[in-house]
């Protein structure tokens, strides 16, 4: 550990400094010591999240240092313990912005969290409320300085900004009717991520492990299809807001929108595939409702740091738009509801419909799939089998075909 950053006669010297490049603080002030209960590390090439998890919210400043470079963090009211010494093993080879990480006790009262930094980075610093079964979390997440040619990582900016829903409107299409003169885009979105693991099975495999694999498969599958091209809204473990997912689909002109999940209920014999659609007048089911809700707090749990405007429900679920676009989407999914139940039993034989934020796009065909029920242990079992992943993505993408043979409109052409 270096006296460098944890020495207390230097305490003055780096306020002072510090006064001129202090980027935030946290709400002031708590009734007791905080314990920290856990700290978890989420690389990737999109951004870093570290988070400290705590028995009570933390209060804390943050800044920049040069010289090495490196990011300072001093959490009050807090002492220094076993899972904060054991920063440093957190820390990944390949994480692509720390290089490494240790804390100290700065004073009687403060710890000191300093990361090594290997770039110029853009921290955001704040902090979650308990939710599920996470207690007070301060986040650190970690993005690259420098202008990225990453359409998610200028949209996540965008999202943090709070100004997401002003993004301008996506290019005019070629014209032309899609598979033919061009190739049709596919966005596929693996639920969860990153902080958030969606579903544990009773095993405690992760849903957003078991969907980031079907998402892969499927778009080995679609690529290799001649009019056909397929996106990600993320291909590695690293949370991204539902917002984003949306706008990064309407950004790269999707055709389609395929969210990939699987399903738990509180018993184990609860099992099937099931396809879900947006409603614009409530839930079909108490079940679909339930689902929704719980789908919709992928943020609470991933940990956003802003609310934004929901525009997109509140200004265009009754347009004219939108209500084509849920009739597409009721289409595309009871053709992949159709080939899914080929492969497994269907929990619903129906598509079912409720207010997925993630399906919100106006004009885009949006589906929700829950592949199979991951607290099933037969389901679940199947659900980490390759084999099964590569025929869940063959059905999905069974579906899609069947779909746009049906001469299905795309939304802008």
Do not use: C
């Amino acid at each position: 550990m270096s006296s460098h950053d944890f020495d207390p006669s230097r305490r003055r010297l780096i306020g002072a400094a510090a006064a001129t490049i202090l980027l935030s603080v946290s709400r002031a002030g708590f009734a007791a010591a905080s314990q920290v209960v856990a700290l978890r590390v989420w690389p990737s090439s999109t951004y870093t999240r570290l988070t400290l998890e705590a028995s009570d919210s933390l209060k804390f400043r943050h800044f920049l240092m040069s010289d090495p470079s490196r990011l300072v963090v001093d959490i009050e009211g807090v002492q220094i313990n076993g899972i904060l010494k054991d920063i440093g093993s957190q820390i990944q080879q390949a994480d692509p912005f720390i290089r490494s990480a240790r804390a100290g006790q700065f004073n009687s009262d403060t710890v000191r969290v300093v990361l090594d930094l290997k770039s110029d980075i853009k921290p955001q610093v704040f902090t979650l409320p308990p939710v599920a079964e996470y207690r007070h979390r301060l986040v650190v997440d970690l993005f690259p300085a420098a202008p990225q040619n990453d359409p998610l990582l200028s949209l996540l900016e965008d999202y943090n900004k709070g100004t997401i829903d002003r993004l301008p409107e996506p290019p005019a299409r070629p014209r032309g009717r899609p598979g033919q003169q061009r190739p049709l885009v596919i966005m596929l979105d693996p639920g969860h991520g990153g902080e958030d693991p969606g579903a544990i099975g009773p095993s405690g495999v992760q849903e957003k492990d078991v969907v980031l694999r079907i998402g892969k498969q499927l778009k080995r599958l679609i690529d290799g299809e001649r009019n056909m091209r397929a996106f990600m809204t993320r291909e590695e473990d690293v949370f991204i807001p539902l917002g984003v997912r949306v706008a990064k689909a309407r950004k790269l002109n999707a055709d389609l929108f395929i969210s990939l999940h699987a399903d738990a209920f509180i018993t184990p014999t609860a099992r099937g595939s099931s396809v879900f659609a947006l409603s614009e007048k409530g839930a079909t089911s108490t079940a679909a409702k339930y689902l929704a809700q719980t789908q919709n707090a992928a943020d609470l749990i991933g940990g956003v740091k802003i609310d934004t405007k929901d525009r997109y429900l509140a200004h265009t679920l009754l347009d004219l738009t939108q209500t084509a676009t849920i009739n597409d989407s009721l289409k595309l999914g009871k053709a992949v509801l159709g080939q899914l139940g080929d492969l497994n039993k269907l929990h619903k034989e129906r598509v079912e419909q409720a207010g997925f934020a993630v399906l919100k796009a106006p004009d885009i065909p949006s589906i929700l799939v829950e592949t199979a029920f991951i607290s099933n242990p037969e389901e679940e079992r199947r659900l980490v089998d390759s084999g099964f992943q590569q025929d869940v993505a063959k059905a999905i993408l069974g579906g899609v075909r069947s779909y746009f043979a049906q001469g299905a409109a795309i939304a802008r052409i």
